[in-house]
């Protein structure tokens, strides 16, 4: 697992101004069970009915891979906010792991949603990775705020998605190499500066991004070296090759008919995801499109951009247009 980058994020607070005057930046107050903190937000563009909360990955990583969107959404008209969420590199970082579980993430999405004022006549919400199973569960609760849903490489089944790495990407893998994973894992043994130096070779450059890990582009590095271990681990745990932290049983696929608005599913053929299940879940919910990307991995909105971005923003000018 990449090493968290430790040098403290510089901010302003912002909560109190119009986020007009302060480059879009807006640091949202936060309740939760475990006492009052902030979260950080930026807005770019303006428009009535096409907002976008962008959800990311991790957990515990950061926006910054997201930042590809600045090369597509403004060009189509559609506003959209990055957002860090609490524990990740520029929101409070509570050293508290009970503040670490899906409902409470929950709890502060939906508080971000007042605090920007979106609703359900304006209000897509976008999740990728980890990002996707808390978009879901928010929208599980509260999807009559909501216009649209976009779930991007992530399934709907922790299980499913261990039995596919089990069954599917493992035995694709160089044998040896992943036996000494294996090994390294069962020995806790994942800090060792060889766990990366395989997994990045033999896993990461075919199935998290399809290009060598030198190439990779800066925010995806930058998303990488902010990643907070303390929020990481607990939730998906230490094992890169699947999910084995308190994730482990998550799985809403009895729960997918539930969801009612308009949703797109983005997979990818060399995905960690199964991209089946990712086509399932856009015929399963009562309104989906699925969004297909032949040459992308786990973080398709850089390995294979154009098919990610031309699929999303259609689809969201087609639920704003009345098309879809």
């Known amino acids: 697992m990449p090493a968290k980058d ?6 302003l607070d912002y909560s109190d101004r119009d986020d007009r005057l302060s480059g879009g930046v807006k640091m949202i107050p936060i309740e939760t ?22 959800l990311h990955g991790g957990p515990g990583a950061t926006h910054e891979y ?8 403004p060009a189509a008209s559609i506003e959209y906010y990055y957002y860090d969420q609490l524990g990740s590199h520029y929101s409070d970082q509570p050293d508290d792991p ?10 502060e999405v939906e508080q971000v949603r007042r605090a920007l004022h979106l609703d359900h006549s304006n209000f897509f919400l976008m999740g990728q990775s980890w990002g996707g199973i808390l978009a879901f569960e928010y929208a599980l609760k509260y999807q009559t705020h909501l216009r649209g849903l976009i779930i991007s490489n992530m399934m709907m089944s922790a299980p499913a998605y261990n039995r596919y790495a089990e069954q599917v990407l493992a035995p694709a893998m160089d044998q040896a190499v992943l036996a000494e994973i294996k090994g390294m894992e069962a020995a806790g043994d994942t800090q060792n500066p060889r766990y990366m130096e395989l997994l990045i070779p033999h896993y990461y450059e075919h199935h998290i991004l399809q290009m060598p890990a030198a190439d990779w582009p800066e925010p995806v590095t930058r998303t990488f070296n902010h990643l907070n271990p303390k929020v990481y681990v607990p939730m998906q745990g230490p094992s890169e090759l699947g999910l084995s932290g308190t994730l482990l049983n998550w ?11 308009p949703t797109l599913s983005i997979g990818a053929r060399y995905d960690t995801m199964d991209p089946a299940h990712m086509e399932w879940l856009a015929r399963a919910v009562k309104r989906g499109r699925y969004l297909y990307c032949p040459n992308g991995s786990h973080i398709a909105i850089y390995d294979d951009q154009q098919t990610y971005f031309r699929g999303l923003v259609e689809f969201i000018l087609d639920v704003d247009s009345g098309r879809f």
Do not use: M, Q
Not at 34 to 52: A, D, E, S
Not at 98 to 107: A, E, G, K
């Open 6 to 11: 430790t040098a403290a994020p510089t901010y």
């Open 33 to 54: 069970p475990k006492g009052k903190f902030r979260v950080w937000t930026k807005r770019t563009g303006n428009h009535p009915t096409r907002k976008v909360l962008l």
């Open 66 to 73: 997201f930042e590809a969107c600045d090369s597509y959404f």
């Open 98 to 107: 009970d503040l670490w579980n899906v409902d409470r993430f929950v709890d």
């Open 251 to 261: 799985d809403r696929t009895k729960d997918v008919t539930k969801i009612t608005v």
